[in-house]
């Protein structure tokens, strides 16, 4: 008996340490930077940092990124504007970080390629949400004041949830024994591609059942209605209290956004108060191409070049002409 | 309790260990613990229905102690009618009652008729065809004298719902497992080891080819209007292998872990791909429902022997019996029909047992040629069948077939998701490669001498999973709803 299970066990060792093998050779995991708070308590990724990051089981998406000097995904190294060209930032989560397409080609590169003696600068970090943007902004205000203008993308459903900066905490997953197990190669990739879900969920699975906690019954529509709402003007409500804090320059400052998530009230809430901001509803949504990408929810090459496309043409149209 | 759940996963190796060390002295106890666990497996699903199978046990259980002292034919008949008629009885109404309803409806509307009946909404139980026949051939082999029946309850009960094989079969015959269940089995390593490389192979076809072609063949099923025939072609192919990879990577992982408990069930599948006929394709198919039906229905029938018409009728009843244990729907039924009506020449000119022995293609050029074209041929009318067998009604799998044959167009056909159609017909077409090699060794598809060979074999097979996982795919069996 014991000996049939010693013998298993060191077949599971030796397969796991092929697929190891096989997975580091197809490089097929996800390489994440390593994070930080630097100094005046902004979250960062490690400056000087560069890999490649895959999405999907087959590699069916690769990016390199590269962290700069600052602490963000671009090809700029240092953040320092210059009197006699235009710079623009670009601020926000992950859709903005870009790790799914190239550093050189990111959306920030695409949209400095268009348009003449132009720097874009790019703040995209994973998790960013509102409270994160605008703490970003006030830390460095030094230098955001010598920027000429900023995009800030905000997604409604997700990026109000909170009406006060803290930081976050994301940090602990950079623990040393989180550090210790990325180098596992085999276990960054099945957890990315969900093979360790159901491992991870056991443990709920099984405090459920000991429990007998029953799912509560399907809320009716009605209810769900009440309860987007409430959401709704809870969002409404800290993105006001937010901007109270840290109050921004409306010349200088537009929101990126989808309307299609927005409330009517916040839509008209920007408008009424001379907001400005730059949908992006209409050209992902009447894209052919996707404008998604197949294992996650951001977007594709296509929907990037469009994006880029988009605010290029607004800056040409309100800031450069 | 799926095999592809971590439920599973946790289950069976603590199964495993308790029944190889706390309860391996003792026959009685390590049978009294099969019952337990396959009661849990089964009753994870749903446990109302253990009361079905507990039933169906006393039943033949009680009939074949009856039978056993009972030498008055009439009365030996009566009894086997009873066990005969609640077990059917049993699977009629859980599993048909709403389709003779529906189909009465249907035809007093035909008829200009209106008539109110309403149908129940009735649960199928899990593995009722299964356990059904199971208990069904018990019976029967008591009845014909052909099996002493047991005096022991918990062994009879152990037969019954032995839970690797309880809910998609091998469906296994009393003489087979019954005494196996009787007598104690001793630890044997390599039967153990045997059973793990089975499983990994039976895990590797569910979870690599069934699973990675369900969302395929789902989104051209439901959506066969629109496509073009290529694409057509691609879904009733991709379906063939779906079906195959799931129904006997099921049997696998089911005899696999038997091996695990001392217990060796019956194959169920024999490379039915590389059949060279009909006949062939159904002797390597679900072999444990095709034996059933030919020792319980085709011979009581009268099977090859009287009249040629007798012969033909007998045909056509096995293989429409066959189509509809499979559902309560008339697809399953034409496909009987058809696999009936392509069975039929080799059966009148008497050549459906022609090909007997292994297949060879690499003998010689001309039996490659000729070999390869009978496969294809065999394939084809297998896949035609198997798009009545898919469709949700005969009027689909006609215009499928339709649209695949007589509307001929093409075009690149574009994964649901988006992700590359590629990799799907590489797997494929290294799955088939690989099953070639195995062609004679379906119970040990690693056979081969090279240890660093199985080694590497076992690794792509493991490494086939990852690639292939899809934790958005449905991973139940399709043979569960049967």
């Known amino acids: 008996m014991f000996k049939i299970i010693k013998k298993v066990l060191l077949y599971i060792f030796l397969i796991f340490l092929a697929l190891e093998l096989l997975v580091r050779v197809f490089h097929l995991q996800n390489e994440r930077p390593n994070r930080y708070a630097d100094d005046k308590g902004v979250e960062k990724w490690v400056p000087n940092q560069e890999e490649y990051s895959v999405t999907g089981n087959r590699r069916q998406n690769v990016g390199k990124y590269h962290i700069n000097n600052f602490g963000f995904n671009s090809v700029h190294e240092n953040y320092s504007p210059k009197k006699d060209a235009t710079e623009i930032a670009i601020i926000g989560d992950s859709f903005i970080e870009g790790f799914h397409e190239d550093y050189t080609n990111s959306l920030g590169q695409q949209v400095e390629r268009n348009l003449v003696n132009t720097t874009v600068l790019e703040f995209g970090y994973a998790g960013y949400d509102f409270a994160d943007e605008l703490h970003l902004i006030d830390a460095y205000d030094d230098l955001f004041d010598k920027i000429d203008y900023s995009f800030i993308f905000i997604r409604f459903t997700d990026d109000l949830e909170r009406g006060n900066y803290e930081i976050s905490s994301r940090l602990s997953l950079d623990t040393p024994i989180s550090k210790a197990v990325k180098q596992i190669k085999l276990l960054v990739y099945l957890k990315d591609i969900g093979a360790l879900d159901p491992l991870l969920q056991l443990p709920g699975k099984i405090i459920n059942f000991v429990s007998r906690t029953k799912l509560k019954n399907e809320k009716t529509d009605e209810e769900l209605k009440k309860e987007a709402l409430v959401k709704e003007r809870l969002r409404f409500k800290n993105f006001k209290t937010l901007l109270e804090k840290y109050p921004i320059d409306k010349n200088k400052f537009v929101f990126l956004l989808d309307s299609s998530l927005c409330s009517d009230e916040f839509l008209n809430y920007l408008k009424n108060n001379s907001y400005k901001y730059l949908d992006l509803n209409s050209i992902l949504s009447d894209s052919v191409k996707p404008s998604t990408l197949i294992y996650d929810q951001h977007w594709s090459k296509s929907g990037r070049k469009l994006i880029a496309e988009l605010i290029v043409n607004y800056s040409k149209k309100h800031f450069i002409d | ?482």
């Open chain 2, 1 to 482: 309790m799926l095999f592809n759940s971590i439920d599973f996963a946790i289950f069976l190796p603590v199964v495993f260990f308790l029944y190889w060390t706390l309860f391996k002295k003792n026959l009685k106890a390590q049978n009294i613990f099969i019952v337990f666990a396959s009661y849990l497996f089964y009753g994870w699903w749903d446990w109302r229905f253990l009361a079905l199978i507990i039933f169906s046990t006393l039943l033949d259980f009680t009939i074949g102690n009856f039978l056993k002292n009972e030498n008055r034919v009439l009365r030996r008949k009566l009894l086997l009618s009873v066990s005969v008629i609640i077990n059917l009885g049993f699977l009629a109404f859980f599993k048909y009652y709403n389709f003779f309803v529906e189909s009465f409806v249907d035809a007093y509307t035909f008829l200009g008729s209106t008539i109110n009946v309403s149908s129940l909404n009735i649960i199928l139980p899990v593995g009722i065809s299964f356990y059904t026949f199971q208990t069904l051939s018990y019976t029967i082999d008591v009845y014909r004298k052909e099996l002493e029946p047991t005096k022991d309850l918990i062994a009879f009960s152990a037969f019954v719902c032995f839970f690797p094989q309880l809910v998609a079969g091998p469906i296994e015959r009393a003489t087979n497992l019954l005494p196996q269940i009787s007598n104690k089995r001793s630890f044997n390593q390599n039967q153990i080891i045997d059973g793990l490389k089975l499983m990994l192979w039976g895990f590797f076809k569910k979870l690599v080819i069934a699973d990675s072609l369900s969302p395929i063949v789902n989104d051209i099923f439901n959506n066969s209007s629109t496509y073009s025939s290529t694409t057509l072609i691609i879904g009733a192919v991709f379906f063939a292998f779906q079906i195959y990879g799931d129904f006997s990577g099921y049997s696998d992982i089911a005899i696999g872990t038997s091996k695990l408990f001392g217990v060796e069930l019956m194959s169920n599948f024999k490379f039915p791909y590389f059949s060279r006929n009909i006949g062939e394709f159904w002797r390597r198919w679900h072999i444990s429902l095709s034996t059933w039906f030919r020792d319980y229905l085709y011979i009581p029938l009268g099977g090859s022997r009287g009249t040629k018409f007798k012969n033909i009728r007998n045909v056509f009843i096995i293989f429409i019996v066959s189509g509809f244990w499979h559902g309560a729907n008339w697809t399953f039924i034409v496909w009987g029909i058809i696999h009936a009506l392509l069975f039929l020449p080799s059966f009148i000119f008497n050549n459906n047992r022609k090909f007997t022995n292994e297949i060879n293609l690499l003998n010689s050029f001309k039996e490659f040629i000729i070999n390869s074209l009978r496969i294809f041929q065999t394939f084809v009318f297998v896949t035609i069948g198997w798009v009545f067998f898919r469709s949700e009604s005969i009027s689909q799998a006609f215009l499928y077939l339709k649209r695949m044959f007589f509307d001929f167009s093409s075009s690149l056909y574009v994964h649901p998701s988006g992700y590359r159609m590629v990799d799907y017909y590489l797997i494929l077409i290294s799955f088939i490669v690989f099953e070639y090699f195995i062609r004679n060794n379906e119970r040990n598809p690693f056979y081969f001498k090279n240890k660093f060979l199985r080694f590497f074999l076992y690794v792509v097979m493991v490494f086939a999973i990852i690639l292939f996982y899809d934790d958005g795919v449905d991973r139940s069996f399709i043979y569960f709803q049967f």
